[in-house]
């Protein structure tokens, strides 16, 4: 309880600095999710296995992942959802200002975009950026302090988003000198094994016009909703282990996801075309 206190006083303390309205997102390694949308009429859940959704300030409705609002003046939406391991990652369809918090006993191997803050506020880092996408990757020890990781305290949760809007219903956040950060890298070591190479025929098809079939884009849902492995891209479609690789590599060779390698694992996250992260 007393990390959950800390972090309830870190966002309260917020609204001494506060200069301008903005649309704000703060998440929590442990899948607590907490936003306040000023101007907007829909927000993209972040992560999966979503909780009952609670909105303060509009009524709403949620179709294929987005929450969309009648009221678009300041609406408040808080959550519970889950992250796959040691992952966290998120495109929505505008930039905010976002707040991550991790344990601080957490090591970062890998961000991006690079935080505009990167602080130990606590028991906790909190990594601040302005983005429309975060991707981070982490791994933590199974145990905190000797004990195993604490489970949110919903009734505090919901106390402090109360509290919240009852104060303008928006958050702010201050830039904080670096205090501390520890074995972050630019790059993701190289996995030790990927799956062999498939038919002529499929590289032929990966090396044709940027059409996606169905089994394409089904991939790419599955991707864009926050299945970052290939056993949980097989999971959400349903297709075959083959067959998902094929499609996989194939939106790789299109430009519309980028593969990521670390410690062994392969992970696909989404990209423009452009070629930038989504």
Request: hydrophobic share 35%.
């Amino acid at each position: 309880m007393k990390p959950l206190l800390t972090l309830i006083a870190l966002a309260l303390s917020a609204f001494a600095v506060t200069v301008s309205h903005s649309s704000t997102l703060i998440v929590f390694y442990n899948g607590t999710v907490i936003a306040n949308i000023s101007g907007e009429s829909r927000f993209q859940l972040v992560g999966h296995n979503v909780t009952p959704i609670r909105v303060s300030g509009s009524s709403f409705s949620v179709q294929g992942g987005l929450v969309y609002f009648s009221n678009k003046s300041n609406v408040t939406i808080s959550y519970v959802a889950s992250f796959s391991k040691g992952v966290i990652s998120f495109n929505e369809p505008y930039p905010l200002n976002i707040s991550l918090y991790l344990p601080s006993s957490s090591t970062v191997t890998y961000m991006s975009p690079a935080p505009d803050s990167f602080s130990l506020q606590g028991e906790y880092y909190k990594l601040s950026f302005y983005s429309d996408n975060v991707t981070v990757l982490y791994y933590l020890p199974s145990t905190v302090g000797g004990s195993a990781i604490s489970q949110p305290n919903y009734n505090l949760i919901y106390t402090l988003i109360a509290v919240l809007v009852g104060l303008n219903g928006f958050f702010a956040f201050s830039i904080v000198k670096l205090l501390r950060i520890r074995n972050v890298v630019a790059q993701v070591p190289e996995a030790k094994q990927q799956p062999k190479e498939e038919e002529p025929e499929e590289k032929e098809e990966q090396q044709s016009e940027g059409r996606l079939n169905d089994r394409d884009l089904l991939v790419l849902e599955a991707i864009n909703k926050g299945n970052y492995t290939l056993s949980d891209i097989m999971k959400f479609t349903k297709l075959p282990k083959t067959t998902t690789y094929r499609r996989v590599k194939k939106l790789i060779s299109l430009g519309y996801v980028e593969e990521v390698k670390k410690e062994g694992r392969t992970f696909y996250f989404p990209k423009n075309r452009s070629g930038t992260r989504s």
